[in-house]
């Protein structure tokens, strides 16, 4: 049993077909990087695994239920699936403590002692126990990233989508990022999807990297594969730019 | 002026405390009802927007004189029995938490939509999200407006004067018309007004300098 499964998924926004006839299987425990250029239906594709968009066609299961159907209830899927977003979302009107205590507390019902020897378990993992008592505006771009996904890693979920997760930080704190994220999927045994322009994370820790354009997987594979013998022009073109930079 | 209020002030004590009743019970009612239909017109369900819609436009648009006459003259008449004073303060709440509902729908919509998508994305359900994240950053960005309606609202309690709501508009039009000194009488009544809505807007002003 596949943890994500997309079966021909079609997605329009009115006349736009932004997703075309996506077939992509996900396996418990696996690490995947979707690349390709931007409006390639990227950030489409890995919000549609939590519901925030919608498919108008085909199948998309996620631990068993399935998003296509509209009687799925979304809060089930989105307890076992973490996201994390290019700009962070961390709760502005919260501490990072309680940004990381509450959904546990609310949708879990973890008990509150558990709940913060959790929280504060995850931020001495993520490198910044000193900060509970902040709040997010007092903090830079790459610790709110790592606050968010230790709020995502509180809802010890089965799978982690990372949308973007570096493309809003300074070049100095992504490394900080991208550490925790590689020790995530050296350690965890999670399910990653990881949306990215870091060709090296993807090279370090991805088991898969599939290729997107135009709406379209152009290419799934290995990801020795995909790095060192691209099959389609358009992700040789791809890579061969992104390298250079 | 003096012998006005000295001779009257049974009379104006007693207005001025029916105005503070009627302004705080509005006040509370219109806050919870406004703050109900603002969140209704933001589920993601079509038919609860039209309804929230539908409520919002025909109370935002009908006078308050006119909402309150139908609670004093029609409700009476046909539903049951109710005096002036609880007719013209649930006109005053239905009315104020028509424009409440406006002004907290547009302080939900100033939160970044990212925050709503965090929120739900970490398992919160709709309402958690919007109880917890959503509202408390809204009421900061509409604690002006707020104060604006809320020193409105005592204004329009004034409307309780016309369905015999002994307030102070209804014992100032007494006193008037009984001693015939209207320019004193209208003054003291306004300079009691005065002394409700100036200490509002100030702790709004404080209200909205604290959370900033």
Redesign the interface.
């Known amino acids: 049993m596949a943890m994500i499964e997309f079966k021909n998924v079609e997605k329009y926004y009115d006349k736009f077909h932004a997703l075309k006839n996506i077939n992509l299987k996900v396996e418990a425990g696996e690490v995947v990087v979707i690349i390709g250029p931007s409006g390639s239906g990227k950030s489409t594709l890995i919000r549609t695994i939590n519901g925030l968009e919608q498919v108008n066609e085909g199948q998309l299961l996620v631990t068993n239920f399935d998003l296509a159907d509209k009687k799925t209830n979304i809060d089930k899927i989105r307890k076992n699936v973490g996201m994390v977003f290019q700009h962070f979302n961390l709760y502005e009107n919260k501490t990072v403590l309680e940004n990381i205590m509450l959904a546990p507390r609310l949708v879990l019902k973890r008990d509150e002692a558990e709940n913060k020897k959790i929280a504060l378990d995850l931020l001495e993992t993520v490198g910044l126990a000193d900060k509970a008592q902040s709040y997010p505006r007092m903090l830079s771009g790459g610790q709110s990233q790592r606050i968010a996904i230790a709020r995502s890693l509180a809802m010890k979920p089965k799978a982690l989508l990372f949308d973007e997760p570096t493309s809003a930080l300074d070049p100095e704190t992504i490394d900080d990022v991208l550490k925790v994220m590689k020790d995530i999927a050296k350690n965890e045994g999670i399910t990653m999807i990881v949306v990215t322009h870091e060709m090296g994370f993807a090279r370090e820790v991805a088991d898969r990297v599939v290729f997107m354009a135009d709406g379209q997987i152009l290419e799934d594979d290995t990801t020795a594969e995909f790095f060192d013998n691209p099959k389609e022009e358009r992700a040789k073109k791809f890579l061969s730019k992104i390298i250079k930079h | 002026m003096i012998t006005i209020f000295t001779e009257n002030w049974q009379a104006l004590l007693t207005g001025l405390g029916y105005t503070l009743f009627s302004s705080i019970l509005a006040l509370f009612f219109s806050l919870i009802i406004g703050s109900f239909f603002a969140i209704l017109e933001e589920m993601p369900y079509r038919i609860l927007k039209i309804i929230a819609r539908i409520y919002i436009e025909v109370f935002r648009n009908i006078p308050l004189l006119v909402v309150a006459m139908f609670f004093y003259v029609v409700v009476p008449m046909y539903v049951t029995n109710i005096n002036g004073f609880t007719a013209g303060t649930i006109g005053l709440t239905i009315y104020t938490s028509a424009f409440i509902a406006e002004t907290v729908r547009a302080g939900i919509q100033a939160v ?1 939509p ?2 709503m ?9 709709f309402m ?1 999200a919007m109880f ?2 959503i509202l ?2 809204a009421f ?1 960005y509409v604690i002006p407006p707020l104060g604006n309606q809320f020193i409105n609202l005592v204004k329009n309690s004034s409307v309780l004067a016309f369905v015999a709501g002994f307030d102070l508009m209804y014992q100032g039009d007494i006193i008037a018309s009984t001693t015939f000194d209207t320019i004193n009488t209208y003054i003291i009544i306004g300079v009691l007004y005065l002394i409700i809505t100036m200490p509002l807007s100030y702790y709004m002003r404080h209200l909205e300098k604290k959370l900033s």
């Open positions: 970044d990212g925050q998508e965090g929120a739900r994305s970490n398992g919160l359900t958690q917890h994240i408390p950053q900061k």
